[in-house]
């Protein structure tokens, strides 16, 4: 078992480009959700995936933030424009029904 | 006032001492409680997961649930340098419940 596998790990950008997380989940999980952390706030859900449609989006702070999974094992999430308060690391999640979720490593974004 | 509030930390205790950490929350209708360990670059991985009040215990750690008290508690016992992490409370009302709450993380540090 892979686990779930995010890329970049690190990623540096100047303000105004446009960044894209991607996420690829446990093999047979339905459920993706992608999450942020910061000191400041903590582990914040910003949307999540049931069999590849999005559920709940509500956490997405600003239409500068979209998120797609065209198929059950690849999904994305994309900052345009950025800004330097999107610096944090972005968790890419999976899990099957009621089952625990698994995190992958994180994607640690600094936007100068 | 946050859903669920955690102590940061950070906590540093030696070797062997037993460790407490704790979570408190106000939605009553939170079930399903769990526990997650964080190394420093790395993502949360799953410790405990216990549903409703009560304990439970795996090797050296002991998850506790008081629902009356809205307060959940984790305990190392015979602490060790490896244990040296952050750890983050999470709760949901339902099993397959995709809104998961999160705790900050209580920063853990265990010297040698």
Redesign the interface.
Known sequence: DAG?IQSPRHEVTEMGQEVTLRCKPISGHN?L?WYRQTMM???E?LI?F?NNVP??DSGMPEDRFSAKMPNASFSTLKIQPSEPRDSAVY?C?SRT??S???????T?LTVT | QKEVEQDPGPLSVPEGAIVSLNCTYSNSAFQYF?WYRQYS??????LM?TYSSGNKEDGRFTAQVDKSSKYISLFIRDSQPSDSATY?CAMNS???A???I????TRLSIRP
Do not use: C, Q, T, W
Not at chain 1, 100 to 106: I, R, T, W
């Open positions: 779930v459920s959700f706030r903590g582990l859900l999540y049931n559920i709940d968790f999640a029904g009621g625990p979720l698994h995190f992958g490593n994180g640690r | 769990m670059r790395k993502g949360p991985e799953l997961y983050l339902d099993s397959s995709s809104k998961i999160f705790g900050s993380g």
